[in-house]
Each structure stands twice: as structure tokens, then as C-alpha cells.
């Protein structure tokens, strides 16, 4: 039954418009966008100051300390297990939740490893950063042998990230959603996405995992955006185009693979990690490593990146994760000679790590 509206409703309904107004005019003036790009990336002029994002802060923690995993070793008591549990809050899975591994096969979808490393992770209290729903590489042989209509394609990759997205929810914390987006002169990497879908694969692709989690803070993550380049001015007009659209954004992954020579300078990179931050997002050391060799003085000089890159993230309130891709030299991507990582194959500790250590606990 329909109860007359008495002036308490009255004064009911003023307050719910004034507070509905004033959202909006938060809204408006947070703002999200300022710089328009065209496809090339190029950056066009703002229309808005960049002070209308509002900066992402980890508040007075230190960042939080992370490394890729091999779930065959990590499954397994033993030295690489108890050393990682002994460090580190945080695992990126290095092959676990990549597409070749999760959809095997046109028909099935393959979730032992990735469900078993998640439930690791929960009984341990390890956040997890899911890597990765959507790259142009690790793809199943079975998704590029066969040519794609872009309708079909998109229908593809929508149910897989939902899919994936939605069966960790509330338990991957955040996901490298789109990997590897740009190509070396900044522009969109022609891969499979690319080609069928067009440049809004990225923020469809965030969109979805945000339909299916609005709760996991989503990236993007890429390698050599970390000093002054055009790959770097390329990935800030992405970011400033998802930006635009309103895309469910939260962060930025630099890789950081690094050597003794190709680094960066220090000032270059907080510099940059300030331009991608200034954006309101997450400035996150993704994936370092820094393949030495042998000897006291490669060692010494690995540290010394080291040191400088988790400083500049130590600096940063946006920098809040750091994470080697790999942990112990025992297993890495650029094979153990390389010994990139902070402790020895043994599990030792490196002058690398004793530099993390300091420098993110400032
Ligand atoms: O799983 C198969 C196994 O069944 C087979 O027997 C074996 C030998 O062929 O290959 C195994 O797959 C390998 C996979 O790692 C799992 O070990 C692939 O060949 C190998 O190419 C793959 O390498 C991974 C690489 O990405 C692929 O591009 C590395 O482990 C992984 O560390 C590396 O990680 C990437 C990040 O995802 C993105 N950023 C760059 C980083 C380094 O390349």
C-alpha cells in the first residue's frame, strides 16, 4: 500500500538530491583523463591538468616484496620453498596462469596447477598477481593455427578472462591483464590481438576482468618503459588513453629486466615512474633481474642496480610492489649462469640482496 509522502519524505528526497549533485561534482572533478593520444600514441594536448588524478599511495608501508615462482619447485618442500617463505608476501605465478597452460585445448580449460597455487598461496597468507590473461606469446597452439573472425575472437577472449577472473575472485589480489601491449617505437605490438580485435583489445580486456573481480586491481605491464624512450612516452600515452575511456585501470608493471649496462639512470627512472604515477596510477617493479655472471665485482655492480631501482620504488608511494622475476639463481629464465637474481642456487644471499633489503626498508 502506497503511504502518502509526509514532509519527512520530503526533506527525504531534497537530501538524496543535494547528495546525488554533490557526488557528481565530485566526480567531474576528480577527473580520470587529460591527455587525448592518437592510435600512434602520440600525446595531444590536455584539456585538463594532470593534478585532477588523484595519486596512488601505499600510506607508510614499505613496498610490498614479491617474486616470480615456478610452481613445480615451490610445491615442494625444500631450500627454494623455505626460502621464498622466509622473504617474501607476494607471488607473480611465471607459467601457471598463462593461456598455453590454462586452455590447453580448444574445448578444455586446465586449472590444477594454477588452482593448487592459489590455494598455496591462501594457506600461507601470500598475496598473488596474476600473470597473465592476455599477450601476444605462450599462446595455445590450437588459438593460432586457425584464423579468427574478430566477433569470434572477442567472444573467445571475454569468456576467458571472465572466466579465469571470476574463478579467482577474491583471491588473485591483482592481474597483469594485458602483457607486453607495445612494440619498441611505442606503438601497439602487432600481435594476434592486435591484428583481429583492434587497439580496444586493452581496455575491453580490463573491462572484462573487472566485470568478473571489481575488487583485484588491474595492469598493464610491459619491459623497457623504465627510462626515457619512446616505448616509454608510447606506454604513458596508453595509459593516458585508458585513461580517457575510463578503462578499470589501477597500475602500471615495469618489468625491469636490466643489465650492468643498460640501465636507466636513477633520476631517469624516478622521473618516469613519477610521469606514470602522476597519472594516478600504480607504478609497480614488476618483473627485475640483472644477470651478473660471476665474480665479487659483477656482484658488487648487480647490487648496485638493484639498490637503485627499489629505492626509486622505496621513494615513491605509488611503487607499491617490487618484484624479481625469480628469486634464487637456481631457476631463472636467463639460466643459472647468468645468476641474476638475489640469492646464489644454494639459496645464499647476494650483495643484491642485502640492497633490496635496505633500500626498500628506506
Ligand atoms: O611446459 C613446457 C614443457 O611441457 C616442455 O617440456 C618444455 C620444453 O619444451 O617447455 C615448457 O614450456 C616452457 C615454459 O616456459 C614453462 O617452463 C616454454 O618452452 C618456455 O618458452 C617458457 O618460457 C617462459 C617465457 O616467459 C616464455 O616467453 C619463462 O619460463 C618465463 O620466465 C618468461 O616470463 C616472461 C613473462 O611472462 C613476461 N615478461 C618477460 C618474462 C621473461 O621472458
Not at 594532470?50 to 610445491?75: Q, T, Y
Not at 624516478?270 to 665479487?296: C, F, N, Q, W
Request: net charge positive; glycine share 10%.
Amino acid at each position: 500500500m502506497q503511504t502518502p509522502a509526509g514532509p519527512w519524505a520530503l526533506r527525504a528526497g531534497i537530501v538524496l538530491v543535494l547528495g546525488a549533485v554533490a557526488v557528481a561534482a565530485v566526480v567531474l572533478l576528480s577527473g580520470r583523463h587529460d591527455e587525448g593520444v592518437s592510435s600512434q600514441g602520440n600525446a595531444v594536448s590536455a584539456n585538463r591538468s594532470e593534478a585532477h588524478f588523484r595519486p596512488v599511495s601505499r600510506g607508510p608501508r614499505p613496498p610490498v616484496l614479491g617474486a616470480a615462482v615456478d610452481w613445480e619447485l615451490l610445491r615442494m618442500p625444500g631450500t627454494y620453498q623455505r626460502l621464498f617463505l622466509d622473504h617474501y608476501r607476494s607471488l607473480t605465478p611465471e607459467n601457471a596462469m598463462k593461456m598455453d597452460t590454462i586452455a590447453p585445448a580448444a574445448d578444455r580449460l586446465s586449472f590444477g596447477d594454477a588452482d593448487a597455487l592459489a590455494r598455496w598461496s591462501r594457506r600461507h597468507g601470500i598475496a598473488v598477481h596474476g600473470h597473465t590473461l592476455v599477450w601476444g606469446k605462450q599462446l595455445p597452439p590450437w588459438l593460432t593455427a586457425r584464423s579468427w573472425t574478430r566477433d569470434d575472437l572477442s567472444s573467445f577472449l571475454e569468456g576467458y578472462v571472465k572466466t579465469v577472473v571470476g574463478r579467482y575472485r577474491g583471491r588473485v589480489d591483482s592481474w597483469d591483464v594485458v602483457n607486453e601491449p607495445l612494440a619498441e617505437d611505442g606503438s601497439l605490438r602487432h600481435n594476434l590481438w592486435l591484428r583481429v580485435l583492434g587497439p580496444g583489445y586493452v581496455s575491453d580486456a580490463l573491462r572484462w576482468a573487472h566485470e568478473a573481480d571489481p575488487g583485484a586491481r588491474l595492469y598493464v605491464n610491459d619491459f623497457n618503459i623504465e627510462g626515457r624512450s619512446p616505448k616509454t612516452d608510447g606506454m604513458h600515452a596508453l595509459l593516458s588513453r585508458l585513461r580517457r575511456e575510463r578503462a578499470p585501470i589501477d597500475g602500471v608493471g615495469l618489468q625491469t629486466h636490466l643489465t650492468l649496462s643498460s640501465t636507466p639512470t636513477g633520476a631517469q627512472l624516478r622521473s618516469t615512474m613519477r610521469r606514470y604515477a602522476s597519472l594516478g596510477l600504480a607504478v609497480d617493479i614488476s618483473e627485475m633481474d640483472v644477470p651478473a655472471g660471476r665474480g665479487r665485482r659483477a656482484e658488487a655492480a648487480q647490487a648496485r642496480v638493484y639498490r637503485q631501482v627499489a629505492g626509486a620504488c622505496q621513494a615513491l608511494p605509488a611503487c607499491g610492489r617490487f618484484t624479481t622475476w625469480g628469486f634464487t639463481d637456481a631457476s631463472t629464465w636467463l639460466g643459472t649462469g647468468e645468476r641474476p637474481l638475489p640469492f646464489t642456487a644454494t639459496g645464499a644471499p647476494k650483495p643484491a640482496w642485502r640492497a633490496i633489503e635496505s633500500a626498500l626498508n628506506g
